[in-house]
């Protein structure tokens, strides 16, 4: 079994969105750029399946600038291999774009499942494991947990609203995009990353991705709220005196 | 005259509340552009549906591959129904079905797709559509080419339907996807608690850091009479089961009082819990979006303002 983990980097949420709020353009080289969370968790469930059945696990990035940290991280995590897509690509690139690019390169290299994170929290112009399903017309499922091989067939379960689930199977080649592994990502600490560096290669390979609708994006704003809280100042000791006023006065608690 | 597309959930019978407000909106659009509404659903309760629905034609897909949901045969067959229609715009809301059809039917046909919408409107001849991207705290605005763009649309973002219409159903068989079977439906997890009844949610985020923090919302769940819940992060890290998850794709709670403590409020998550009675949120970011629909905020750490609650909630 081969598998293909797709990985991008988005900005970092813990620090503030670099927007020039004239043009309404992102400035997307005054960010910090993270590994995608969902993506973890596909990466997680391909080593989970190596671990189980000794699949062979391959990580791909299309190459933004700053993807080689993110794949040897992968590496000392227990991927094979690690590819990067070399070409006309930079952070702004979009999802369309990428999806193209790892379209191409799936049809050269034939994998058998591909795993991906559902979303990610810049994916305005569609997620790419399902993009990437739509331009090689393979089978494609979303938010899904638990995947298992069993035979040549592929188990998994897919959630909708409401906690509802459903486990499905499906021939490969398939591409799913994984909600959550079923552990918690794993760690590889910096010195592992670091022996990983000098001891492993990333394979560059070419990928000029045609020329793919793109989606006209006018501006990006901040939203108005509708509202905001009413903010509570002090020390921890002042806010929960002020709380359990607020709680007797709705009658919420005795007193 | 073109066409807008409404992609339709049918549950039990019954039109979803959010396909109803994908057609309110669809409606909409149509009168300012000359379009018509062309409502899709699958199933074979669909045409009965769909016959009560405001759309002025609705295209009934029926077959066993489409009986139950299985993402590869609607995807096939909503690629068809596309085919024939050629709609200059196609609405499917944002759920598992929407992330499963959306950015694939447009990928293979070749056209734009716009995801995480939750505003559309006509300027001039052109379709805007507003998308809500980075965990909600920035917006965009897109201009969508007229040869045909999907949309997938947030749920919530308009209101629904309560125009019952007569439009004309015409049925088309489902096309057979053999690459994909259904094993089993599994009903939601029974908890221990049912999250959906209590009156006061203690519920954590990713801010509660070590699964040994629980201890500190059990004690206080315990102090103030209520029940411990969670947002998606906390239930992905394996610290608290399915049951107590609040959001999208867990239980959506309507309690007196909802405590968030370190919790972003992700859209997904607000979707589950806006609407309780009173919200109190504490985030170290005061500009996190759970502050937006919370009544009162604070951004004192969690794990000192957790015991101090207790602590006077027990002293009383």
């Not at chain 1, 590994?35 to 059945?53: G, Y």
């Not at chain 2, 690629?79 to 024939?84: A, P, T, Y």
């Amino acid at each position: 079994m081969r598998i293909l983990v797709l990985s991008k980097s988005v900005p970092d949420l813990v620090e503030e969105l670099a927007l020039d709020e004239d043009s309404g353009e992102l400035l997307h080289d005054d960010m910090t750029y993270v590994p995608s969370e969902w993506d973890d968790h596909a990466l997680e469930e391909a080593l989970l399946l190596k671990d189980e059945v000794g699949a062979e696990v391959t990580v791909l990035a299309v190459d933004t600038g700053d993807v080689d940290n993110m794949l040897f991280t992968a590496l000392a995590k227990g991927a094979d291999h690690a590819v990067k897509l070399t070409g006309d690509f930079d952070l702004a690139t979009s999802n369309r774009k990428r999806a193209q690019a790892i379209a191409n390169y799936l049809r050269d290299n034939p994998f058998d499942l591909v795993l991906s994170g559902v979303q990610a929290i810049d994916d305005i112009d569609g997620q790419i494991p399902a993009m990437v399903a739509g331009l090689l017309e393979w089978p494609h499922a979303s938010v899904v947990t638990e995947v298992s091989i069993q035979g040549d067939q592929i188990h998994f379960r897919q959630e909708y609203g409401g906690g509802l689930q459903a486990e499905l199977a499906a021939q490969t080649p398939l591409v799913l995009g994984i909600q959550a592994a079923r552990k918690p990502p794993r760690y590889a600490s910096v010195a592992k990353v670091r022996q990983m560096m000098k001891s492993s290669t990333v394979d560059e390979v070419d990928a000029s991705a045609d020329a793919v609708p793109e989606l006209e994006i006018r501006r990006f704003f901040k939203p108005v709220a509708a509202g905001h809280a009413e903010m509570i100042e002090g020390e921890p000791d002042e806010v929960a005196d002020r709380i359990i006023t607020i709680l007797k006065e709705r009658k919420l608690v005795r007193g | 005259m073109g066409s807008i597309l409404v992609v339709t959930e049918i549950l039990g019978g019954n039109i979803s509340d959010t396909s109803r407000e994908l057609l309110s909106k669809a409606r909409e659009l149509s009168q300012t552009l000359g379009a018509e509404v062309v409502a899709v659903g699958f199933g074979s309760e669909s045409a009965q549906a769909l016959a009560r629905i405001d759309a002025d034609r609705a295209i009934a897909v029926t077959g066993q591959a489409v009986e139950q949901y299985l993402p590869l045969a609607y995807e096939r067959s909503l690629l068809q129904v596309m085919e024939q229609e050629s709609p200059q715009l196609t609405m499917i809301a944002n759920t598992t079905m929407g992330l499963d059809l959306g950015a694939g039917v447009a990928a293979t046909r070749g056209i734009s797709l716009a995801a995480y919408c939750n505003g559309l409107a006509v300027e001039g001849d052109e379709i805007i559509a507003q998308s809500q991207v980075f965990a909600g705290k920035l917006l965009a605005e897109a201009v969508l080419p007229s040869e045909g763009a999907v949309v997938t649309i947030l749920p919530g973002s308009f209101p629904a339907s309560e125009v019952e219409g007569h439009p004309t159903v015409t049925t088309v068989d489902a096309v057979s996807a053999p690459g994909m079977s259904l094993i089993q439906v599994l009903e939601p997890e029974k908890g221990d608690v049912d999250i959906t009844r209590a009156d006061i949610l203690v519920s954590v985020g990713r801010g509660i850091q070590d699964p040994e923090n629980l201890t500190l919302a059990d004690e206080l769940a315990d102090a103030i009479g209520g029940v411990v819940s969670c947002s998606r992060p906390v239930v992905d890290a394996g610290w608290l089961p399915k049951a107590r998850q609040v959001g999208k794709s867990g239980q959506t709670v309507k309690p007196k009082l909802y405590l968030a403590l370190g919790i972003s409020g992700a859209p997904e998550h607000l979707q589950g819990m806006k609407d309780a009675d009173l919200i109190i949120a504490a985030n170290t970011d005061e500009s996190a979006s759970i502050m937006d629909v919370a009544h009162y905020g604070t951004t004192v750490d969690i794990l000192d303002l957790m015991p101090a609650l207790t602590e006077r909630l027990r002293g009383e």
